[in-house]
Structures are given as C-alpha cells and as structure tokens.
C-alpha cells in the first residue's frame, strides 16, 4: 500500500505516538496516524496499490475539537470534554485531563530558586485546548496579605503562592495555585571561644573572643553578645568583674540573613591575680664576726638584713636551734652533690656524726658551725 496526504502540514505516521513517519513508498502499514490537521480542519487521506495506482481510494477526515469546560480544585484545573458524542468519551466518563501546579519539595534557603513546576495527566505537550501553557506566577505573602503576583521565582524564606491562570477562549479564566513555604537555612559549626584567659583585677574587664561559622550560603554573618539567654544581645562582648557573676559563661546568637538564629554559651576562663613572684635569698656561707650584724652580710635579689639581729656569741636566728643547723647542712649537702665522690661522702660523714650526737653546750656548737664551714670551704 502506499499512503498519501493532502495538506502541508499534516503527515501520517505508523504509530500512535507519531514518531514513525509514513512517506510515499509502499509500506506494510494497515493502520496509519494523521497528525497536523487544524482543529475543525480537515485531512484527505489516499491509499493506493503498490502494483497499480488506478486501484486507490480516498477519505476526508474532519477534527472536531473536544468541547472544553475548566474547573479548579486547589492545584489541579480539569477539562473535560462535553461533547456527547465525543469519540475519547467510555460509557457515561466524559473525557477529561488535568493540568496541575507542584509546589517544590520542603525547600530550605540555599541562594538557590525554588520554582513550582506543571503536570499534566497526558505525556502530549498540550492542554485542552491550549498548545502552549502561561508562566507560573508567584507571590509573596506579607503578614495576611499577598504581595504581586509576578514571575520571578521566589528564592529567599517565605510563604509563597504559584499559580497558573488559563483564558479559555470562551468563559472565564481559570486559575490553580499551591502554596508553599521556603524555609530558613541553618547555620552549622557556629561557635564562639574565648582567646586567651582574663586575670582578676577587681575591674570590669571584656573577655577577647574567636568566633566561627560554617554553612552560611554566603550571607554576612553577625554574632551578638549578652549575659542573660533572653538578651539584650549587642555587638560587644559585656564586661565581667568576676565570672561568679554570670555563672562562668556569656549567651552568644549566631545570625545571617535567610538564616535561623542559633544560641550557645561560651566559658569564660578568669583565673585568681598571681602573686608577685618572690625569690628568697639563699646564704651560702658566711665567717663568724662577733662585730657583723645581718645587715652587713650581702644577701641575692635585692634582699638586705634589718640590722636587729646581730651575729653574736649567743644564739642568733641564723644559728639558733637544730633547725637552722639543719638547714645549712641541707645546702652543704646540695653543693656536695655537684663534688667528686670522695669529698661529698666526707660531708655525709660529718652530718651523720652530728645528728647521732646529743645537743652540744653553746660554746661547742659553735665550733661545729666553724668545722661545717672548714669542710664547706675545703669542697
Ligand atoms: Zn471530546
């Protein structure tokens, strides 16, 4: 058989779907498909014998068009057709098809936009009797009330409404809508470190901090400060005297544009005021003088004697009692260390023979200071 057709545009295809084209040469084809006819257009359709082209017949197809009414149910506007006769109507079901507007699936705030899209219930590309569709609008919602509809695709948090209005040629337009909300990002691996620690001075002071954030879809990021979680939140870090006041920590809140807020809590690390460090002077050795009083002896870091305590015969606070002897021998032991072998265990000798001994009378221990001192001077 060869197919032929009368018309520019229109053609004939072997499948359904009108992929497969049908062209002059003979085909197998018993069955062919006319697409391109004009709505209430007609097509004139001639099939002929491959052998004999005096055997043909013809026959003029019509398109009558489906008779369209629209409703809307929320997202979705129906067509249904409303021609008894129509030839896509089964039994008493009108033939219809649906046209719906998807918002996007839970948007969160990435920069990015977030269009609704169309769906149709047919995989053809038009609609009743629309071969093209009308933009989606959006609009914003402020409080109660919508903002314009406009086509820009909404980008930053917020309720939005999409809708898809349709103007039938005859009766009035039609619209479906959905709303949606895009929400705010978050913000993640935020965190607020104090640099460094504060030391007590009974003063107001404001702790130096660090801050950090990750995740920001490249907004500005603000941190603010208060002691209190409830706020004032300001820019500057409050001052603190003693961290007991605020329970050791300050509220920070982490913010960008687009962005939750996030609360945290930083430490506040204040240690006590140091003492001034004090060395005390060591008195490695000094010559019994019954004329030298302890401000005449030459003390380390600045340390002086009061002059009171005179270096007499009789006992003085460097010499009086077993302990001051006992410290001096501790410092003879101390150098001793750093001497050869032979020389420090002499100086153990001499110590151990000193413990053992029962408290000398006055005259004696004095005596023992000046042989200690002998042995100290010999090392
Ligand atoms: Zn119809």
Known sequence: MKWSVAGTAVKLYSDPSC??????????????????????????????????????????????????????????????????????????TRYSERLSIIAPSKPVYTGAAFPATLAMSHSYSEFAEFTSLPAIKYQKKDGETWGAATQTVPVEPGTYRASVTLKPASGSAITGSVEYEIAKARLLEWSVKQVGVLTYTGKPQTPKVTTAVKSVNKQPVTFTYSRTYDGP?????????????????????????????AIGLFRINMQKAKAPAVVVPTLKSMTYDPHTTLADIPLTGGWMGDGKHRAHRGP?????????????????????????????????????RQHQRPSPPEHQRLDLRRRSRRACAEE
Do not use: M, W
Request: charged letters at 30%.
């Open 316 to 352: 003085n606070r460097l010499s009086r009692g077993a302990g001051g002897r006992r410290r001096q021998l501790r410092l003879h032991r101390r150098e001793g260390r750093r001497q050869p072998q032979r020389q420090r265990s002499r100086v153990r000798r001499g110590e151990d």
């Open 233 to 261: 939140y300001s820019e500057a870090v409050p001052s603190v005297t003693n961290v007991s006041e605020c329970g050791g920590f300050f509220c920070f809140k982490v913010s960008a544009p687009f962005h939750e807020d």
């Open 19 to 92: 992929k497969n084209e049908v062209g002059t040469k003979a085909t197998d084809a018993r069955t062919v498909y006319v697409k391109g006819v004009t709505k209430g257009g007609k097509a004139t359709v001639t099939v002929k014998s491959n052998t004999d082209d005096n055997k043909r017949a013809s026959a003029v197809f019509t398109v009558v068009p489906h008779a369209f009414e629209y409703t809307a149910s929320s997202n979705t506007i129906t067509a249904t057709c409303t021609l008894d006769d129509c030839p896509l109507k089964r039994g008493d």
